[in-house]
């Protein structure tokens, strides 16, 4: 295929019509919590609590998760716009649907794990206790995640493999830089969840311009 396809032609419109939806929903949601939220539940009810800018970030890729999730959930009550999704020449069978159905709901897994540590703490849960179910559906979803790997094809494989190396090597330089600015005392230390939220948001970003370079976006 070459770069001149209309495949490859509408992988730049397409990032930036999620480039510019991600835009408009983040400064809805600074403007919302900026001026709406505390008219709601009074000026001073945020102040006891411990939030970072990797909280925010971290709850907005796992609520972006849940909603691509839900979205695939949605397109796979329709054969037919399934196979257009993942370029099928017939309508998806009941086994393609049931495979998309399950891929759907581990990438809504996902989303729902990365904000359990936020809510059990905004909730005040006690750590151990809260500690204790996060790694008891971590290990949940690990086994999903590897039956979601032995049932899919060599295609959504080698995307896999390809958006995780990206991360692995973008996250690796982004790391670098900051820690280096860090010890010059350019940069505020980073905290573990800073830095699991950064290659999160980093990988969902690399995992949709792979997919959609593939066709399969």
Do not use: C
Not at 33 to 49: F, N
Not at 109 to 132: T, W, Y
Not at 135 to 140: D, G, H, R
């Amino acid at each position: 295929m070459t770069a001149s396809s209309p495949k490859n032609a509408r992988l730049p419109r397409r990032l930036l019509v999620g480039f510019g939806f991600g835009a408009v929903m983040g400064a809805a949601g600074y403007v919302f919590g900026r001026t709406v939220l505390p008219q709601l539940i009074g000026p001073d009810a945020l102040d006891g609590l411990n939030l970072r800018w990797s909280d925010a970030l971290a709850a907005l890729t796992g609520i972006a998760l849940m909603i691509g999730a839900g979205a695939v959930m949605v397109i796979s009550l329709d054969p037919r716009r399934l196979a257009r999704m993942y370029h099928l020449e017939e309508p998806a069978s009941s086994e393609e649907v049931g495979q998309a159905r399950f891929q759907a709901a581990v990438l809504g897994f996902s989303g729902f794990i990365l904000l359990l540590p936020l809510a059990f703490s905004l909730a005040g849960l006690a750590g151990g206790m809260a500690m204790g179910l996060i790694i008891l559906l971590f290990a949940v979803h690990t086994v999903l995640n590897i039956r979601m790997w032995r049932g899919v094809d060599e295609l959504l494989r080698r995307t896999t493999l390809e958006a995780a190396t990206a991360t692995f090597f973008l996250g690796q330089g982004l790391l670098f830089l900051w820690a280096a600015a860090e010890r010059l005392s350019l940069l505020p230390p980073l905290t573990a969840w800073d830095v699991y939220a950064v290659l999160m948001t980093l990988y969902l970003f690399v995992s949709a311009v792979v997919s959609a370079r593939r066709g399969l976006a």
